[in-house]
Nanobody, 123 residues
C-alpha cells in the first residue's frame, strides 16, 4: 500500500513558478514509477509528466520546456517544478504511483493516487 500526499499548490500570476511535491509512504518508493496528472473544471484528467523508477522522464507537449518532474528516493518524494505558468495550467494536480520501471501517460495503469492540490494561475 502506498499513500500519496501532494502539497505546494496555490494562486499565482501568469509567468510565475510553483513547485509541487508528492510525499509517498512506504519503504519501496524507489520501485515505483510516478506520474503527475491534472484536471481542470469540466475537462477530463490529462497527463502532465512521469518519471520511472530508474529516472527516465516524459512530459506532455503542453508543458515541455516549462515543467520538470524529478524524484528524491531518499525523501520518498516526487516533484513537479512549474515555470512560466499560464492561465490554462489552472487545474487540480494529482500525483500517482505504479509499481514498475516504465513511465506511462495512461491514468488507469496507476495503482495509487493522491488527493490533489489546486493550482490557479491568474492572467
Amino acid at each position: 500500500q502506498v499513500q500519496l500526499v501532494e502539497s505546494g499548490g496555490g494562486l499565482v500570476q501568469a509567468g510565475d513558478s510553483l513547485r509541487l511535491s508528492c510525499a509517498a509512504s512506504g519503504r519501496t518508493f524507489s520501485s515505483y514509477s510516478m506520474g503527475w496528472f491534472r484536471q481542470a473544471p469540466g475537462k477530463e484528467r490529462e497527463f502532465v509528466a512521469a518519471i520511472s523508477s530508474g529516472g527516465n522522464t516524459d512530459h506532455a507537449d503542453s508543458v515541455k520546456g516549462r515543467f520538470t518532474i524529478s524524484r528524491d528516493n531518499v525523501k520518498n518524494t516526487v516533484y513537479l517544478q512549474m515555470n512560466s505558468l499560464k492561465p490554462e495550467d489552472t487545474a487540480v494536480y494529482s500525483c500517482a504511483a505504479r509499481y514498475g520501471r516504465s513511465v506511462s501517460r495512461i491514468n488507469y495503469v496507476y495503482d495509487y493516487w493522491g488527493q490533489g492540490t489546486q493550482v490557479t494561475v491568474s492572467s
